[in-house]
């Protein structure tokens, strides 16, 4: 008896001493000519789609991504959301990794240590645009929290006849290039009728001193808005049988668009937010970021088609799909909304005000939306739209120690050059982000422009600052800050290695609003001051402008300049090492 017990008990730990089971795939990114929109167009599809298929794991396994470039330009595979190792995330210049150069092949190997809703993309110059993006789902190795009878990727995109590389030309040489809906003398009429023709007069000359555009709620137009890589004409169908819980596992792949998302005819049970499993919240419709993830759960109780609904903010269209009993079953298409204008409080003209509010939130459907257009979603009464306020954490979190330094992170931009910048300064101009590994930080965000930007931060979560409890603070990758406004979230630094710090919209990265961040255990010297030696400074230390920078967007002169906040090293940039080769690499 003895004898069998011991061989059980070593079989366990021979067991338990082997690699976990790799699930593996292999990728082929190639240029070919597709036809989505009636017009033959080169882009980039991985094995043969726009977008690439869909990868699913088990958490706890080890993935094995072969992935090669059968392009004759550098090519990466950024893996979005993902907990793993630094040279394993996918972008040039960052932890050593090169990119795939043409006719190589990279192997990607990394545990799955995370479960829920991800995506994969390119980070490399304009490839995302250009179709080289695809989904991820992991499921969790014990049970999952969330049940379904049926579970469906529902991927959003938006496509464009140009190349990636014409677009930023166009912006480069005038970022009104696709402002194509634009207020016409009838607009100002309207105006002047509704709020008398004095205000209607000066608002209107407001807008032509500053030489902006209150229609400016998205930087490119023309664009097929795809789900699943169908266009609203071939409507991608969810098959359900009525009664059955449906998963719908939304994601933002798309450059530049972000979106109200709706099923008219059904409440959504929103139970994952950027892979992270959240506590239910009931709502009729959600806004939607660039990069941004949400499982939503539907309960469709009639034998009939409903029509997920997917609006750009700027009301170009619909990516539109359905959810149906039988194939070839249509819902009703809703009305377009309303185009909002924008006001002047999302030109941070209230902005001071928001700087004196605590760290409540100010998320994107929140904070000061009787005053600004870009938050006026056109939600009809007594629908309920998405906070990040209404999120919590489902569980406990780990860490809810008080944060030990704050880190101020303004996004501005110069329209007339288009050039977006964080603090001030372009990525090749900047230098990294210095972290404490293990140390517990607040990202107080500064939106110092008439644009929201979905800030991500690769190779860990943030906390929302949402006002839930400490340990209900619910985890995203991915954070709207909304024009003129303020938002803060915490971090633990406990991922080693660069971590990549950008807005999600692809031409504000590539035009400069992105940075680095280090975690590392730095030397005793680097470390630095926290946040009570930092307020002991504040007292004598007078606030200086930053070089560069413009508040509003092309208006020189308008700083919102803040008195002891720290930069956005939080020391003095001649203590920063010197950057390395590819440091600055441009994606």
Same mark, same amino acid.
């Given at each position: 008896? #003895?004898?069998?017990?011991?061989?059980?008990?070593?079989?366990?730990?021979?067991?338990?001493?082997?690699?976990?089971?790799?699930?593996?795939?292999?990728?082929?990114?190639?240029?070919?000519?597709?036809?989505?929109?009636?017009?033959?167009?080169?882009?980039?599809?991985?094995?043969?789609?726009?977008?690439?298929?869909?990868?699913?794991?088990?958490?706890?396994?080890?993935?094995?991504? &072969?992935?090669?470039?059968?392009?004759?330009?550098?090519?990466?595979?950024?893996?979005?959301?993902?907990?793993?190792?630094?040279?394993?995330?996918?972008?040039?210049?960052?932890?050593?990794?090169?990119?795939?150069?043409?006719?190589?092949?990279?192997?990607?190997?990394?545990?799955?240590?995370?479960?829920?809703?991800?995506?994969?993309?390119?980070?490399?110059?304009?490839?995302? +645009?250009?179709?080289?993006?695809?989904?991820?789902?992991?499921?969790?190795?014990?049970?999952?929290?969330?049940?379904?009878?049926?579970?469906?990727?529902?991927?959003?995109? /938006?496509?464009?006849?140009?190349?990636?590389?014409?677009?930023?030309?166009? =912006?480069?040489?005038?970022?009104?290039?696709?402002?194509?809906?634009?207020?016409?003398?009838?607009?100002?009429? /309207?105006?002047?009728?509704? /709020?008398?023709?004095?205000?209607?007069?000066?608002?209107?000359?407001?807008?032509?001193?500053?030489?902006?555009?209150?229609?400016?709620?998205? /930087?490119?137009?023309?664009?097929?808005?795809?789900?699943?890589?169908?266009?609203?004409?071939?409507?991608?169908?969810?098959?359900?049988?009525?009664?059955?819980?449906?998963?719908?596992?939304?994601?933002?792949?798309?450059?530049?668009?972000?979106?109200?998302?709706?099923?008219?005819?059904?409440?959504?049970?929103?139970? +994952?937010?950027?892979?992270?499993?959240?506590?239910?919240?009931?709502?009729?419709?959600?806004?939607?970021?660039?990069?941004?993830?949400?499982?939503?759960?539907?309960?469709?109780?009639?034998?009939?088609?409903?029509?997920?609904?997917?609006?750009?903010?700027?009301?170009?269209?619909?990516?539109?799909?359905?959810?149906?009993?039988?194939?070839?079953?249509?819902?009703?298409?809703?009305?377009?909304?309303?185009?909002?204008?924008?006001?002047?409080?999302?030109?941070?003209?209230?902005?001071?005000?928001?700087?004196?509010?605590?760290?409540?939130?100010?998320?994107?459907?929140?904070?000061?939306?009787?005053?600004?257009?870009?938050?006026?979603?056109?939600?009809?009464?007594?629908?309920?739209?998405?906070?990040?306020?209404?999120?919590?954490?489902?569980?406990?979190?780990?860490?809810?120690?008080?944060?030990?330094?704050?880190? =101020?992170?303004?996004?501005?931009?110069?329209?007339?050059?288009?050039?977006?910048?964080?603090?001030? #300064?372009?990525?090749?101009?900047?230098?990294?982000?210095? =972290?404490?590994?293990?140390?517990?930080?607040?990202?107080?965000?500064?939106?110092?422009?008439?644009?929201?930007?979905?800030?991500?931060?690769?190779?860990?979560?943030?906390? =929302?600052?949402?006002?839930?409890?400490?340990?209900?603070?619910?985890?995203?990758?991915?954070?709207?800050?909304?024009?003129?406004?303020?938002?803060?979230?915490?971090?633990?630094?406990?991922?080693?290695?660069?971590?990549?710090?950008?807005?999600?919209?692809?031409?504000?990265?590539?035009?400069?609003?992105?940075?680095?961040?280090?975690?590392?255990?730095?030397?005793?010297?680097?470390?630095?001051?926290?946040?009570?030696?930092?307020?002991?400074? +504040?007292?004598?230390?007078?606030?200086?402008? &930053?070089?560069?920078?413009?508040?509003?967007?092309? &208006?020189?002169?308008?700083?919102?300049?803040?008195?002891?906040?720290?930069?956005?090293?939080?020391?003095?940039?001649?203590?920063?090492?010197?950057?390395?080769?590819?440091?600055?690499?441009?994606?």
């Amino acid at each position: 008896m #003895r004898i069998f017990s011991t061989a059980i008990v070593a079989a366990l730990i021979l067991c338990s001493a082997l690699p976990a089971r790799a699930e593996e795939y292999s990728l082929t990114i190639t240029r070919e000519t597709v036809n989505i929109t009636g017009h033959p167009v080169r882009k980039i599809t991985i094995n043969g789609t726009i977008p690439g298929p869909t990868l699913r794991f088990t958490e706890g396994e080890d993935a094995v991504i &072969h992935v090669t470039n059968a392009m004759d330009e550098d090519t990466s595979v950024h893996w979005h959301g993902m907990i793993l190792p630094g040279a394993m995330e996918g972008v040039p210049g960052f932890n050593g990794f090169p990119g795939i150069k043409p006719g190589e092949t990279f192997t990607y190997r990394f545990p799955l240590r995370q479960s829920g809703t991800y995506w994969y993309h390119a980070h490399s110059m304009g490839q995302e +645009q250009d179709g080289h993006y695809g989904s991820i789902v992991i499921t969790p190795k014990g049970k999952d929290p969330v049940r379904a009878d049926r579970d469906y990727v529902v991927l959003l995109s /938006d496509f464009h006849d140009e190349d990636s590389g014409d677009i930023i030309a166009n =912006l480069k040489m005038s970022s009104e290039y696709y402002q194509y809906a634009r207020r016409t003398i009838g607009d100002f009429f /309207d105006s002047a009728r509704a /709020d008398g023709f004095g205000k209607a007069w000066e608002n209107a000359k407001m807008w032509g001193e500053m030489r902006m555009l209150p229609t400016d709620l998205s /930087d490119v137009s023309g664009y097929t808005f795809l789900v699943n890589g169908r266009t609203p004409e071939q409507s991608w169908t969810g098959i359900f049988k009525p009664g059955e819980r449906v998963r719908l596992r939304f994601i933002n792949a798309s450059a530049m668009s972000i979106y109200d998302v709706r099923i008219p005819g059904l409440k959504m049970s929103v139970v +994952q937010a950027d892979g992270q499993d959240v506590e239910p919240v009931a709502v009729d419709e959600f806004r939607f970021g660039v990069a941004e993830t949400y499982d939503v759960i539907v309960t469709p109780p009639e034998d009939e088609a409903y029509t997920i609904a997917a609006e750009p903010i700027d009301r170009t269209g619909f990516a539109l799909a359905t959810l149906a009993p039988r194939e070839g079953m249509k819902g009703p298409v809703p009305q377009p909304r309303p185009r909002t204008l924008l006001t002047m409080a999302d030109m941070g003209m209230g902005h001071m005000d928001h700087m004196n509010m605590d760290h409540m939130d100010h998320g994107p459907m929140d904070h000061a939306a009787m005053e600004s257009g870009w938050a006026q979603a056109g939600t009809p009464p007594g629908d309920k739209a998405l906070s990040y306020a209404d999120l919590r954490y489902y569980g406990t979190q780990k860490d809810t120690r008080d944060p030990q330094r704050e880190i =101020l992170v303004r996004l501005g931009g110069n329209m007339e050059r288009y050039i977006w910048t964080i603090n001030g #300064r372009k990525f090749e101009d900047s230098g990294p982000i210095n =972290l404490e590994y293990g140390g517990r930080v607040r990202l107080k965000f500064v939106n110092d422009t008439m644009m929201a930007h979905p800030m991500h931060l690769h190779g860990m979560f943030v906390q =929302l600052e949402n006002g839930q409890p400490a340990e209900k603070l619910p985890n995203k990758h991915t954070v709207i800050v909304p024009p003129g406004q303020s938002y803060s979230v915490l971090l633990t630094a406990d991922e080693p290695g660069e971590w990549a710090f950008h807005c999600h919209l692809l031409f504000h990265m590539i035009s400069g609003m992105m940075n680095k961040v280090v975690v590392a255990q730095l030397p005793p010297g680097a470390v630095p001051p926290s946040m009570k030696q930092d307020k002991q400074k +504040q007292k004598t230390k007078q606030s200086s402008p &930053h070089e560069g920078h413009t508040m509003p967007m092309n &208006h020189e002169g308008m700083h919102h300049d803040m008195p002891g906040m720290e930069d956005m090293n939080g020391m003095d940039h001649s203590s920063m090492p010197t950057p390395q080769n590819g440091e600055h690499h441009a994606h």
